[in-house]
């Protein structure tokens, strides 16, 4: 079945380490999106990508980063200077952003907790 | 740039009974819309979308929404609510032209849909 795979799905970090948030999707899809969701907050778009080698600051980037080295991956790194990491991340994938075919598929999410 | 608006945070209905959630939307032409749905911890599911044409949409679960131009609003209906609707749902519109450069989804911040025996 196609789908979005996020990995894992809890995740624990101390402060003042880095941790990678795994997305990959196997629906072709050139386009590809983290989210952040926080209690009455909906969500918030910190990076995208629309092709392989290329990606896009959101609107909440600061204290994150990302890389987009094959078409299925898009593996999200918190670093050490996001302030309040704690949060439900959420990653999706569409053909194309913009336009008729950016219906957007997510995957079922990571939850990170800050200790 | 579009935006939208889901005015109600929460909602309690009868199972049974129908529901109406709301949806507005700011953006300067004709927008493509969506409603996803999310169950707690888990990530959100397309329920419908309206790209043109009808103006009302049936989609998964039971589900319709009509969109109003003259009303910039895109609301969500169902006849009669199940206990397994309790759920989280997002309004989202998106921008028209093909990709590079074009606005991608907005969200709202989303409705809480509570469901009373």
């Known amino acids: 079945d196609g789908g979005i795979t996020q990995s894992p799905k809890y995740l624990f970090r101390k402060e003042g380490q880095n941790v990678t948030l795994s997305c990959e999707q196997n629906?072709?899809?050139?386009?590809m999106y983290w989210y952040r969701q926080d209690p009455g907050q909906g969500l918030r778009l910190i990076y995208y990508?629309?092709?392989?080698?290329?990606?896009q600051k959101g609107d909440i980037a600061e204290g994150y980063s990302v890389s987009r080295e094959k078409k299925e991956s898009f593996p999200l790194t918190v670093t050490s200077a996001q302030k309040n990491p704690t949060a439900f991340y959420l990653c999706?994938?569409?053909?194309?952003?913009?336009?008729?075919?950016?219906?957007?598929?997510f995957g079922p999410g990571t939850r990170l907790t800050v200790l | 740039a579009q935006s939208v608006t889901q005015p109600d945070i929460h909602i309690t209905v009868s199972e049974g009974a129908s529901l109406e959630l709301r949806c507005n939307y700011s953006?300067?032409?004709?927008?493509?819309l969506f409603w996803y749905v999310q169950s707690p911890g888990q990530g959100l599911q397309l329920l419908l979308k309206?790209?043109?044409?009808?103006?009302l949409v049936q989609g998964i679960k039971g589900f319709e929404a009509e969109f109003k131009r003259s009303q910039s609003s895109f609301n969500l209906r169902k006849p009669s609510v199940h206990w397994s609707d309790a759920a989280e749902y997002f309004c989202?519109?998106?921008?028209?032209?093909?990709?590079?450069?074009?606005?991608?989804?907005?969200f709202g911040k989303g409705t809480h849909l509570i469901i009373q025996p």
């Open positions: 309206y790209f043109s044409g009808d103006t």
């Open positions: 999706a994938s569409s053909k194309e952003r913009g336009g008729p075919t950016d219906t957007q598929y």
């Open positions: 990508s629309q092709i392989v080698n290329d990606f």
């Open positions: 989202a519109v998106g921008a028209r032209g093909a990709g590079g450069g074009a606005d991608g989804l907005t």
């Open positions: 629906l072709n899809h050139d386009a």
């Open positions: 953006y300067g032409a004709t927008p493509y």
